[in-house]
């Protein structure tokens, strides 16, 4: 059994070591092919860059792995590092993806446009069994509390068909002794999500920004409300599918109204 680990905080970032231990002590092999870069905000964008027809791979270690994981740095967004890797693009489909373990929440509405999200979306979308992490500081003090949580929530996922459902799961930055416990929680209305901005050609003055709604004091019982009061929260996303609960009119032939 084979588990992928990306991120959209790019190669560099220790949230990766964080699911590759957990995906390890689950009994999975571990592949990190995680961005070159940082790619927050990228939601499921299939961005890449190339050379001669063939993306920019290249071997290179993300800091502690466990032993025996393979580490991977791509020229690419997570949902394409995802997407490729479910045809074969680093040797054998993955039976699971984890993304993550992001620095800052991915919660409410605005998952929509994290990158975090957007790979364990397309993973799921190609039948990828998929849980995204994410911890509720930039630069997180207290990754053993995202690491006992994804832990749990991974050992849920491994039992459970989920269709075409992806976990999300958020972590306070707290000791593991002082978090509340686990909730389910369904999305704010609109929530919090990172985003990369660089000047074309100058990565130097690329910029993180963060958005953020009011929720957290408005929405208590949402996901947003929930982390801030020192709970970890975990909310079943449903990838692209067809509504037809409501029926759309239909046309036969060239009858529209002139």
Excluded: C
């Amino acid at each position: 059994m084979l588990a992928l680990v990306t991120n959209d905080d790019g190669i560099d970032s220790p949230g990766l070591a964080v699911l590759a231990r957990v995906a390890r002590k689950e009994g999975f092999d571990v592949l990190v092919a995680a961005p070159d870069q940082e790619s927050s905000g990228a939601s499921a964008a299939l961005h890449g860059a190339e050379r001669d027809g063939r993306l920019l791979v290249n071997e290179r270690d993300a800091p502690g792995l466990p032993d025996g994981a393979r580490s991977l740095a791509v020229a690419a967004d997570p949902a394409l590092i995802a997407f490729v890797a479910a045809y074969g693009g680093f040797g054998p489909k993955p039976d699971l993806l984890l993304s993550g373990a992001n620095r800052g929440p991915n919660v409410g509405n605005a998952v929509l446009h994290s990158g975090t999200v957007g790979a364990a979306f397309t993973a799921t979308a190609l039948g990828i069994p998929s849980l995204a992490v994410s911890v509720d500081a930039e630069n997180p003090a207290h990754w053993e509390t995202a690491e006992r949580v994804a832990a749990h929530a991974l050992g849920w996922v491994a039992r459970t068909p989920l269709g075409r459902r992806t976990l999300n799961v958020n972590v306070p930055d707290i000791p593991f002794e002082e978090l509340r416990g686990l909730r389910q929680a369904p999305l704010a209305s609109f929530g919090a999500v990172h985003a990369r901005i660089a000047a074309p050609g100058d990565d130097d003055t690329a910029l993180v920004l963060s958005y953020e709604g009011t929720e957290r004091s408005t929405e208590p019982e949402s996901d947003a409300g929930l982390l801030a009061r020192g709970w970890a929260t975990a909310t079943l996303l449903l990838a692209p599918y067809a509504d037809t609960s409501v029926e759309v009119p239909t046309l036969e032939g060239n009858t529209l109204d002139r």
